[in-house]
Nanobody
Framework: QLQLMESGGGVVQSGGSLRLSCTSS???????IGWFRRAPGKEQEGVAC????????TYADAAKGRFTVSKDKANNMAYLDMKALEPEDTAVYYC?????????????????WGQGTQVTVSS
């Protein structure tokens, strides 16, 4: 069973930036990686994903222009760089993986999930 571990969450002021990291004891080379979030009282939603080989990415409208998803094969990491954060971005952020070439921002597509990391953006 693939185990994922996120880190990098915290409290940041509106307009600030954070980098979330995701890693595993298993090599992530053959996995597409997705980032999702769940805000209080809301359903889990897709934020960004990157296909297995890196390069091609997909973003939710709320993330476009502010968030960047990437993979670092050498270090077996995936990242979500977030800038211009807003209070509406406050949520628990999860990385997820699927053994597939392409990625989608669909929760049901991902069988492997991390435990989540809290991001709080203060106004």
């Amino acid at each position: 069973q693939l185990q994922l571990m996120e880190s990098g969450g915290g409290v940041v002021q509106s307009g600030g930036s954070l980098r979330l990291s995701c890693t595993s004891s298993t090599k992530l080379d053959f996995y597409a990686i997705g980032w999702f979030r769940r805000a209080p009282g809301k359903e889990q939603e897709g934020v960004a994903c990157i296909r297995r080989a890196g390069g091609a990415t997909t973003y939710a409208d709320a993330a476009k222009g502010r968030f960047t998803v990437s993979k670092d094969k050498a270090n077996n990491m995936a990242y979500l760089d977030m800038k211009a954060l807003e209070p509406e971005d406050t949520a628990v952020y999860y990385c997820a993986a699927v053994l597939a070439y392409y990625c989608e921002l669909t929760v049901q597509e991902y069988p492997h999930w991390g435990q989540g990391t809290q991001v709080t953006v203060s106004s």
